[in-house]
């Protein structure tokens, strides 16, 4: 069993920044990528980031390209997820994903393609 914890939610107004961080946890497992999702009231959920631990490729959402950056700490099992020039749009409960079987880089962006997921953290913008 698998367990992703979230961290770094809050409330914060537009322009500023938050930093998410998502650890892994369990028995024998391996991390292929880890990834970020949000889900906003009446939505559905979107793909905003992920990065594959092999290697570092990112994928990214195009309304977050240059704002958000998404990184990883191999040894420590842990994805971050830096989100500077914050919008109310980015509004969303933020979860993270790990993926433990090797894929392409376009699965990162696909929900399938995880195994597991966080409860997930609250980010809030006020305009």
């Known amino acids: 069993q698998v367990q992703l914890v979230e961290s770094g939610g809050g409330l914060v107004q537009a322009g500023g920044s938050l930093r998410l961080s998502c650890v892994a946890s369990?028995?024998?497992?391996?991390?292929?990528?880890m990834g970020w999702f949000r889900q906003a009231p009446g939505k559905e959920r979107e793909f905003v980031a992920a990065?594959?631990?092999?290697?570092?490729?990112?994928r990214y959402r195009d309304s977050v390209k240059g704002r958000f950056s998404i990184s990883r700490d191999n040894a420590k099992n842990t994805a971050y997820l830096q989100m500077n020039d914050l919008k109310p749009e980015d509004t969303a409960v933020y979860s993270c994903?790990?993926?433990?079987?090797?894929?392409?880089?376009?699965?990162?962006?696909?929900?399938?393609?995880?195994?597991?997921w966080g409860q997930g953290t609250q980010v809030t913008v006020s305009s």
């Open positions: 994903a790990c993926a433990s079987r090797p894929g392409l880089v376009l699965d990162l962006e696909n929900g399938g393609y995880y195994d597991y």
């Open positions: 369990g028995r024998s497992f391996n991390v292929y990528a």
């Open positions: 990065i594959a631990w092999n290697g570092g490729r990112t």
